[in-house]
């Protein structure tokens, strides 16, 4: 199987066309789908001697993606305390955790790797639904259909990512996608990581999208949760723009207090922007979570659990999320827009 991909990719390279798949578009189709599994008399997909639902390369829909990804950005890769270089999403490895908790009391209370993100039906890899959610919680989506082509259209658009938009039938027929597909624009997928000066640059729409499956979860207004998709306004671009860390909370500038790990939406962002937001500028979901997994419970692009951010994978063992000020007196990331930190004890 792996063999085929590799194959494929060869050809790829040998063609110049400097390694396209998708092309932004629906790609050929023996790519993910065999007609009478077999070629050379060999079974193409030999997890299932019959067959499989939709004539596919592999058993599940995510092991198609991954088999081949796992040759370029490493979607899921083989380590979870050992990630390949991330970017926007974080990595699916992180799903294989055995204990994510870093709490107080975490290593006798341990929360399994399937609250790490979005769980996937791959069982060829490993993986399978969610452990604990049945639905996507606020909406209706369910967990046991959770795969990468709930989120991506396999067969390509112009949209950000492939990521399937409104008025969009989803794994034929499990949802009906109502709000568009975000406006953000992504690093390239082969080279390099997310830092500071390189990062998806979100424009707009991405609170709504996951509303898409998450429903009530971005119904600011009708119920008193934390707001998604709203202009921050003065005082919280002011604060952000400010915030250079626990032991620097008032020293930042508006040109470069931009944090990749605590993003905002605005249509002026660029893929290398630094700038801060203004008052226009949007919390999102992506503020807080990561796309497919983290090394923290609920996706978390920090741990929610801990004080200070060094406590990160300190009790549970998993992987400790870089801290971006790299400081042991570095505090939840939450202040770099509400500044809760102000006040409180510096160790010398
Ligand atoms: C990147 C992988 C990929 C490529 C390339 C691809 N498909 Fe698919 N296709 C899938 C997956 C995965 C499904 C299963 C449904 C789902 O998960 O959304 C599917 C489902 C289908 C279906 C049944 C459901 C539907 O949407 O109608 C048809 C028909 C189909 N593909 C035809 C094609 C044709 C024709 C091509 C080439 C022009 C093609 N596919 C290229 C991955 C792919
Ligand atoms: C045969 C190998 C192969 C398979 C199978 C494959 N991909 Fe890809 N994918 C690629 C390559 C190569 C690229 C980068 C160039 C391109 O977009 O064509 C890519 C890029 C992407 C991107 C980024 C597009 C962008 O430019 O922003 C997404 C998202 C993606 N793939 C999703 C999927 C999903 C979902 C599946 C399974 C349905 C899948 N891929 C199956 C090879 C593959
Ligand atoms: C196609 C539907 C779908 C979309 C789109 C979607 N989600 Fe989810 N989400 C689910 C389902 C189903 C679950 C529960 C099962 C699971 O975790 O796999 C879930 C679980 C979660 C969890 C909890 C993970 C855990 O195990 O504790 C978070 C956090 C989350 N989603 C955030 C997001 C964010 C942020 C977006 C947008 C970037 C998003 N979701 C888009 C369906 C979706
Ligand atoms: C819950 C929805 C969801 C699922 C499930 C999902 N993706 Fe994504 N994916 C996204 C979103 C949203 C982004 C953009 C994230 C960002 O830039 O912050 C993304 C980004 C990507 C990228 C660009 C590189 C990156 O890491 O940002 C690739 C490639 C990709 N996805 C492939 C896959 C593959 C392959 C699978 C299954 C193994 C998958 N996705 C499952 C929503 C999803
Ligand atoms: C300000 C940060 C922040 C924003 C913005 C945010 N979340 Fe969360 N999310 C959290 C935290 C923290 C948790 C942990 C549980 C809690 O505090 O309620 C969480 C938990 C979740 C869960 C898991 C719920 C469960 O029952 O296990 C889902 C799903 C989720 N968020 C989806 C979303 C979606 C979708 C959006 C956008 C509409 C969003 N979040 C916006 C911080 C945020
Ligand atoms: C990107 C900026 C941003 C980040 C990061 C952020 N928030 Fe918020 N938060 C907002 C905005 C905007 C509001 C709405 C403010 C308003 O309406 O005055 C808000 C409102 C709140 C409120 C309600 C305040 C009130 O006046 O009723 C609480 C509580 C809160 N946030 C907690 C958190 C926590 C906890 C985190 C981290 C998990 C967090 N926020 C991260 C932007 C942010």
Same mark, same amino acid.
């Given at each position: 199987?792996?063999?085929?991909?590799?194959?494929?990719?060869?050809?790829?390279?040998?063609?110049?066309?400097?390694?396209?798949?998708?092309?932004?578009?629906?790609?050929?189709?023996?790519?993910?789908?065999?007609?009478?599994?077999?070629?050379?008399?060999?079974?193409?997909?030999?997890?299932?001697?019959?067959?499989?639902?939709?004539?596919?390369?592999?058993?599940?829909?995510?092991?198609?993606?991954?088999?081949?990804?796992?040759?370029?950005?490493?979607?899921?890769?083989?380590?979870?305390?050992?990630?390949?270089?991330?970017?926007?999403?974080?990595?699916?490895?992180?799903?294989?955790?055995?204990?994510?908790?870093?709490?107080?009391?975490?290593?006798?209370?341990?929360?399994?790797?399937?609250?790490?993100?979005?769980?996937?039906?791959?069982?060829?890899?490993?993986?399978?639904?969610?452990?604990?959610? &049945?639905? *996507?919680?606020? /909406?209706?989506?369910?967990? #046991?259909?959770?795969? @990468?082509?709930? %989120? $991506?259209?396999? !067969?390509?658009?112009?949209?950000?990512?492939?990521?399937?938009?409104?008025?969009?039938?989803?794994?034929?027929?499990?949802?009906?996608?109502?709000?568009?597909?975000?406006?953000?624009?992504?690093?390239?997928?082969?080279?390099?990581?997310?830092?500071?000066t390189s990062h998806t640059a979100?424009?707009?729409?991405?609170?709504?999208?996951?509303?898409?499956?998450?429903?009530?979860?971005?119904?600011?207004?009708?119920?008193?949760?934390?707001?998604?998709?709203?202009?921050?306004?003065?005082?919280?671009?002011?604060?952000?723009?400010?915030?250079?860390?626990?032991?620097?909370?008032?020293?930042?500038?508006?040109?470069?207090?931009?944090?990749?790990?605590?993003?905002?939406?605005?249509?002026?962002?660029? &893929?290398? *922007?630094?700038? /801060?937001?203004?008052?226009? #500028?949007?919390?999102? @979901?992506?503020? %807080? $979570?990561?796309? !497919?997994?983290?090394?923290?419970?609920?996706?978390?692009?920090?741990?929610?659990?801990?004080?200070?951010?060094?406590?990160?994978?300190?009790?549970?063992?998993?992987?400790?999320?870089?801290?971006?000020?790299?400081?042991?007196?570095?505090?939840?990331?939450?202040?770099?827009?509400?500044?809760?930190?102000?006040?409180?004890?510096i160790a010398p």
């Amino acid at each position: 199987m792996r063999k085929t991909f590799v194959i494929t990719l060869g050809l790829c390279f040998i063609a110049g066309t400097a390694l396209a798949f998708h092309d932004g578009g629906v790609a050929h189709c023996n790519g993910c789908h065999t007609m009478h599994n077999s070629q050379n008399g060999q079974l193409v997909d030999p997890d299932s001697p019959n067959g499989n639902p939709w004539l596919l390369v592999d058993a599940t829909p995510s092991d198609v993606c991954i088999a081949c990804h796992d040759h370029l950005d490493k979607p899921l890769g083989a380590d979870p305390l050992a990630p390949p270089a991330m970017k926007g999403a974080g990595n699916f490895v992180f799903l294989l955790e055995d204990n994510l908790n870093d709490g107080h009391g975490g290593a006798s209370n341990p929360i399994g790797g399937d609250a790490a993100g979005h769980n996937l039906n791959a069982p060829g890899h490993g993986l399978q639904a969610d452990e604990t959610l &049945t639905t *996507s919680p606020g /909406g209706s989506f369910p967990a #046991s259909a959770m795969g @990468c082509t709930s %989120c $991506h259209d396999p !067969h390509g658009t112009s949209d950000f990512r492939f990521l399937y938009g409104a008025g969009r039938v989803v794994q034929g027929g499990i949802a009906n996608f109502t709000n568009p597909a975000p406006d953000a624009e992504g690093l390239a997928v082969f080279f390099g990581s997310e830092s500071q000066t390189s990062h998806t640059a979100y424009k707009g729409g991405m609170s709504a999208w996951c509303g898409n499956c998450h429903g009530d979860f971005h119904a600011n207004g009708t119920k008193l949760i934390h707001p998604s998709g709203i202009t921050l306004g003065g005082t919280i671009a002011q604060t952000y723009n400010q915030y250079n860390g626990t032991e620097d909370q008032t020293g930042g500038l508006a040109a470069s207090a931009y944090l990749a790990e605590v993003p905002f939406e605005d249509a002026a962002n660029t &893929t290398s *922007s630094t700038a /801060g937001p203004g008052a226009g #500028s949007q919390v999102s @979901c992506i503020t %807080c $979570h990561r796309a !497919h997994a983290s090394s923290a419970p609920d996706a978390g692009r920090w741990d929610f659990s801990v004080t200070l951010l060094e406590e990160d994978g300190a009790i549970s063992g998993s992987y400790a999320i870089p801290d971006p000020y790299a400081s042991p007196n570095q505090r939840s990331l939450c202040n770099k827009c509400h500044n809760k930190d102000a006040f409180d004890t510096i160790a010398p």
